[in-house]
């Protein structure tokens, strides 16, 4: 069974609307969770380090105050899509591993965001 | 930085056939993982094999096998006796210490 869970799995919604994303990993507790962007036919970017009762680490180009990321408690990432513009339409994955760093990462089953 | 290179963006084979997808790095670490990630329509990320820098032996999952040559960075994938359930998206990736960097991808078609 799944050992992540992300919801929602597709959402479409008028440009200017915030969305929320969430990543939960359901059989260990994660300190670290990653979230990933990937456009059609392309490979996974990834855009920022979730980090359990800290501030996100964002990758190189990637705008934080457009993508607010909230690691609250050990088995809970959020990623907040602020004034969602069609240009963030995409599909984004996260995932995370067990403690201590070890691999694998599990990945969620991803979110498909479409702005109109 | 790492770096992951997959030169073929798509390959074909024949059901029951043998493939082999490549998958080059650069690094200049020591201690890593390598991953082979299946990715078929739905978009679900789904592990296929891994391989850890430091074992010589290389990994082997039922119908799946690497070729993992750590002096000239080449971590290649080997798919036996072909399954249509196999066509997808095939994701090489390393890891060191936190985040998976990932190859381009190869997109792989079985034809019946």
């Known amino acids: 069974g799944a050992v992540v869970s992300q919801h929602p799995s597709w959402v479409i919604c008028k440009s200017g609307t915030s969305v929320k994303i969430e990543c939960r990993s359901l059989?260990?507790?994660?300190?670290?969770m990653f979230w990933y962007r990937q456009f059609p036919k392309q490979s996974l970017m990834l855009m920022a380090t979730?980090?359990?009762?800290?501030?996100?680490?964002?990758e190189q180009g990637v705008e934080k105050d457009k993508f607010l990321i909230n690691h609250a408690s050990l088995t809970l990432s959020t990623l907040t899509v602020t004034s969602a513009h069609p240009e963030d339409s995409s599909f984004y994955i996260c995932s995370a591993g067990p403690p201590g760093g070890k691999p694998p990462q599990h990945f969620g089953d991803g979110t498909r965001l479409s702005i109109l | 930085a790492q770096t992951v290179t997959q030169s073929q963006p798509e390959m074909s084979v024949q059901e029951a056939e043998t493939v082999t997808l490549s998958c080059t790095y650069d690094?200049?670490?020591?201690?890593?993982?390598l991953f082979w990630y299946k990715q078929p329509p739905s978009r679900q990320m789904i592990l296929v094999i891994r391989q850890e820098a430091y074992k010589q032996q290389n990994a082997t999952e039922n119908r799946f096998s690497v070729n993992f040559q750590k002096a000239a960075k080449s971590f290649s994938l080997k798919i036996s006796d072909s399954q249509l359930g196999d066509a997808a998206m095939y994701f090489c990736?390393?890891?060191?210490?936190?985040?998976?960097?990932f190859g381009k991808g190869t997109k792989l078609s079985v034809k019946p």
């Open positions: 979730s980090n359990e009762g800290s501030k996100a680490t964002y």
């Open positions: 059989d260990f507790q994660a300190t670290t």
């Open positions: 990736a390393y890891r060191s210490r936190g985040n998976l960097i």
């Open positions: 690094t200049s670490e020591s201690d890593y993982y």
